[in-house]
């Protein structure tokens, strides 16, 4: 086994340096935040879904992919699914799920996770109309205990999910809202971070390991932060 460990490195760039760059497409992180080799959230919208669905799906995620988001398929709880959490510097911006099988109307969903940036009255009108539609009504499933209170886009709604907003089967006509909801989120992150400690260092280790006889490239990034 070989371990490289860097301090204030890129890991995109250290996979592009070490000539193992074709393979930045065809990997994405699980929830141990190891980043592997595996199924693209991509192939999944393409064998899944058709038409129009599809379509919609494949510029979404194509949008997340350009905006430097993280896919991260979920193996715990939902590991049966095809149900993938999208992150930014490890928050939660966004879920997708495809072909639930306990839903086997919607063909593929996507939620928001929760946010002040949703609160902000100042969106543009066609925004706040799309939004109000999609609020997360609490249905009882007992993940959110009852739903909360909630002022979306200066509205004022009663038992929202946890999750702000849930749009099933999206069309192309709702990529403008799902774009914003993502570009709010995002934008939230990165105001948060800017709040906290103003020394971050970013450690990523490159694991090549022997596993079951194959090689299997892992690599871990470890966030923390550091007093000033």
Not at 57 to 63: C, D, H, T, V
Not at 131 to 136: E, L, P, S
């Amino acid at each position: 086994m070989g371990i490289v460990c860097l301090r204030n490195a890129g890991l995109k760039g250290y996979i592009q340096a070490s000539g193992i760059s074709f393979l930045l497409p065809y990997m994405d992180r699980n929830m141990e935040g190891v980043l592997v080799l595996t199924m693209q959230l991509e192939n999944y919208a393409e064998e899944s879904l058709t038409d129009g669905a599809r379509q919609a799906a494949l510029e979404f995620i194509r949008y997340l992919r350009a905006n430097e988001l993280e896919f991260v398929k979920d193996t715990d709880y939902w590991k049966d699914k095809i149900y993938y959490l999208i992150k930014f510097r490890n928050e939660c911006v966004c879920f997708i799920a495809i072909k639930d099988p306990d839903e086997p109307e919607n063909l593929w969903t996507v939620w928001s996770d929760s946010s002040k940036a949703y609160e902000d009255s100042s969106v543009e009108d066609d925004i706040k109309s799309a939004a109000w539609k999609y609020v997360d009504r609490c249905s009882s499933c007992g993940s959110c205990g009852g739903g909360k209170h909630k002022t979306v886009f200066g509205k004022r709604f009663e038992r929202v999910c946890g999750c702000t907003f849930r749009v099933d089967n999206p069309t192309a006509a709702d990529l403008p809202f799902l774009k914003k909801m993502v570009e709010l989120r995002k934008n939230d992150i990165i105001s948060s971070e800017k709040g906290t400690s103003n020394s971050l260092i970013r450690r990523e280790k490159v694991c090549f390991a022997h596993n079951a006889g194959r090689n299997v490239l892992m690599i871990h990034v470890f966030v923390n932060t550091a007093a000033v």
